[in-house]
Structures are given as structure tokens and as C-alpha cells.
């Protein structure tokens, strides 16, 4: 199981404790749909770095076993679930590139690996923010796998609660150039006053044509439903104690005030864009409406 406390404005992590242990569980999920028979993605890295982190539950599940202590939990709903997650940000990122953009931005990258398993243009520069430890392991984690990065590739050591834009601009960041930016899987460990204030931060850095993507749940109540009390209790992330269940802006409004046209999708609506149906089981009916955003800066 993993270490966690309840969430405060000082906290830390590692890949092993609190919200970092969820960038092992959603490397785990990619690793499992990296095996599938018609996989949707393909993250060779996965797999590895989950087995370097050691969390005994995941390692576990890459093995094949699932643990008595957490009989709901299906492995290939799972990996479904990350499958569909991981192709939206993937196809936003290629898209980008093919539309002209050469500066790439991932914040909070956790275990993301698509600095080196995406097909970038030789000139793209893909700068991966996140905590000093995080980045450090993942990239002498890679290096003794002899991965290298297809593009050019900046690590950005610091705390997204820190001066995070002058860390990036001090990595060779150009706010004159047009950028594609990633927040996966991050906005719901934010407080409602941090989602606005990235937002602002990340505008303040963005050229006209930039583009950005993200996922949000539009009702963050969601996460005290008591129906899913038990399940998040018995989860090897116990995700409930971890995110912020404030009330917030809504991304697409918040963006449009600061010049952004977004477009936007559900995971429902993205299951089926992928030829998938919809669990219908209570907790992802619960989630359906979890909502996935590109936008562009006018």
C-alpha cells in the first residue's frame, strides 16, 4: 500500500506516497494497456518504471496477481480507462506538432515517458516539470534501460506551488514561441485557488497559437459520494484523501476569460470516439462526465 496523509499546502511525496503514488498507479494502467491485443497506445517504459518504484500492489498486478485485499479491482478496465486517457493526450501532442509546434510543456509529468516514446520532429524542445526527486528518478531509471529522448528534452526540477514559470524560462523556455501544454491527471489535486493561478501563470507564457489540454471533473463533490467511500478505502491510492473536493471555476469559462477557445469532450463521449463502450459500473457511471479540453490561445 502506499504512504499517504491527509492533504495540506506544505506537503511532499515521493513516486511511493501521497499524490505521487498516483503517477505509479496511471504508469501501471499503461503498462497494462500496453499489453493489450488491440492496444490503443504503446508505452514500453511503463512497465519498468513501475517495477523501479517497488510499490509491492502494482508490481504485483503487473505479475498478474491481484491481491485479496482489493477483490473489486479489474486490471483491464483499468487499463482501458488509461488507454483512452493516454490516446487523447497523445493525438493532442502529435497534433500539435503537426500544426507547426516545436515547444512542448508537461507539467506535473510524473511517470509520463513521451519525451521518448512519441515520434517528435527532430527540432521539437519537450520540457517535463515536476518535483527534483520525481524527474531524477525517471531519468536515471531510463538511462539504465538506454532510453533515450526523440526530442529535445529540458527537465524543469520544481514545485508547481513554487516559481515554477521562472524555473521554466531559466530551462530555455521562449514565451515568444507557440506551446503546446499538458495538465494530465493534475488539475483535481489542485485547490481551486492553484487551478486559476496555473491557469494565469500558463497563459502569461503562451504566444498566440498555443494550445493546451487538460481533464477537469466538472463536480468535485463527486469524490464524497458515499457509495464509492468503501472502494477508495480499499484502493492501493486511497485517490479521495488526496484531491481537493472544493468548489471551482469551470475550466472552459475560466480559459475563455483569459483568451482560450476550448473544445471539449466526455470520457464517455472518448470511449466511443475510440470504438469502446462505457462500463456501467456505478463508479464509472459516477465519472461519465469527466470532461477532457484542447484549447487555443486567439
Known amino acids: 500500500m502506499s504512504r499517504h496523509t491527509a492533504r495540506n499546502d506544505d506537503d511532499s511525496w515521493d513516486l511511493a506516497s501521497s499524490v ?7 504508469a501501471a494502467s499503461r503498462a497494462l494497456a500496453t499489453r493489450s491485443a488491440d492496444a490503443l497506445i504503446d508505452d514500453p517504459y511503463a512497465e519498468p518504471l513501475v517495477r523501479a518504484v517497488g510499490l509491492e ?14 477483490p473489486r479491482y479489474d486490471a483491464e478496465r483499468s487499463g482501458e480507462h488509461m488507454a483512452v486517457r493516454t490516446r487523447f493526450y497523445d493525438d493532442f501532442f502529435l497534433n500539435a ?48 534501460l538506454d532510453a533515450e529522448p526523440a526530442a529535445k528534452h529540458r527537465t524543469v526540477p520544481v514545485d508547481l506551488r513554487d516559481d515554477w514559470p521562472a524555473a521554466l524560462r531559466a530551462a530555455g523556455f ?21 487551478q486559476d493561478r496555473l491557469f494565469d501563470e500558463l497563459t502569461a507564457l503562451s504566444a498566440p497559437r498555443s494550445q493546451f489540454a487538460c481533464e477537469y471533473v466538472p463536480d468535485m463533490s463527486v469524490f464524497g459520494h458515499e457509495a464509492l467511500r468503501e472502494m477508495f478505502e480499499e484502493s492501493a491510492v486511497n485517490v479521495r484523501d488526496l484531491v481537493y473536493q472544493d468548489d471551482r471555476s469551470q475550466v472552459p ?27 456501467d459500473a456505478a463508479e464509472f457511471a459516477m465519472f461519465s462526465d469527466v470532461t477532457y479540453l484542447r484549447a487555443e490561445l486567439d
Open 57 to 70: 500492489f502494482f508490481v504485483h498486478l503487473l505479475d498478474g496477481k491481484v491481491p485479496d485485499a482489493q
Open 20 to 26: 505521487g503514488a498516483t503517477a505509479t498507479m496511471v
Open 174 to 194: 521562449d514565451p515568444a514561441t507557440p506551446t503546446a501544454w499538458s495538465a494530465e491527471g493534475l488539475l483535481v489535486y489542485l485547490p481551486s485557488a492553484a
Open 97 to 144: 506538432v503537426r500544426s507547426g509546434i516545436r515547444q512542448v510543456v508537461i507539467l506535473a509529468s510524473g511517470l509520463d515517458t513521451r519525451a521518448y516514446r512519441l515520434p517528435w520532429p527532430k527540432d521539437t524542445v519537450v520540457f517535463e516539470v515536476d518535483l527534483p526527486g520525481v524527474l531524477e528518478f525517471k531519468s536515471t531509471t531510463l538511462r539504465a
Open 253 to 279: 469559462e475560466y480559459l475563455s476569460r483569459l483568451d482560450w477557445c476550448s473544445s471539449v469532450r466526455t470520457a464517455e463521449q472518448l470511449y466511443a470516439t475510440n470504438g469502446l463502450d462505457y462500463p
